[in-house]
């Protein structure tokens, strides 16, 4: 719960921190710029890895299999693309950074211990509702 007030606080803080300085440096309408190039390239870049993992999706289940690591990366693609909706720095350069497959599957596997997973039930295990077979006929 802290952790998620300092960022709640901190992070817009710390954006406009350096949106601040960026300004004082490189001007404003420069710091604006920049700021609105990074989010198109970074809508762009989303937009062309979210429809390849959309296809690797459609791929694996085709083939019968379970789409796990597309579906963990279509997730960490949404986080990417929430990053860089927010105005600032920091942000887009987290979100152009989960962009990068090598970074997105690096940070995949940092997080994959803490990641609670559901379990297929047996085939061998009892159906949990009570199947009751009938006839039945319509009579008009």
């Known amino acids: 719960m802290a952790l998620f007030l ?7 803080l710390l954006e406009l921190y350096l949106l601040i300085r ?10 604006i710029g920049i ?3 990074t989010a198109l390239l970074g809508t762009l870049l989303m937009r062309h890895q979210g429809l390849s993992v959309l ?3 459609q791929t694996a289940l085709n083939r019968g299999e379970l789409p796990a690591q597309e579906l963990l990366d279509g997730a960490v693609l949404l986080i990417a693309g929430c ?5 600032g720095f920091l942000t887009d350069s987290v979100g152009l950074l989960l962009l990068t497959p090598p970074l997105r599957h690096w940070f995949i596997r940092r997080i994959s211990p803490i990641l609670p997973v559901m379990r297929q039930p047996h085939a061998t295990q009892a159906p949990s509702a009570r199947i009751i077979e009938g006839e039945w006929r319509r009579d008009d």
Do not use: D, N
């Open 55 to 57: 296809r690797r999706i």
């Open 35 to 37: 700021a609105i190039f």
């Open 22 to 31: 960026a300004s004082a440096v490189i001007g404003v309408f420069s710091t």
């Open 6 to 12: 300092l960022l709640l606080i901190g992070l817009p």
């Open 83 to 87: 990053f860089l909706l927010l105005p």
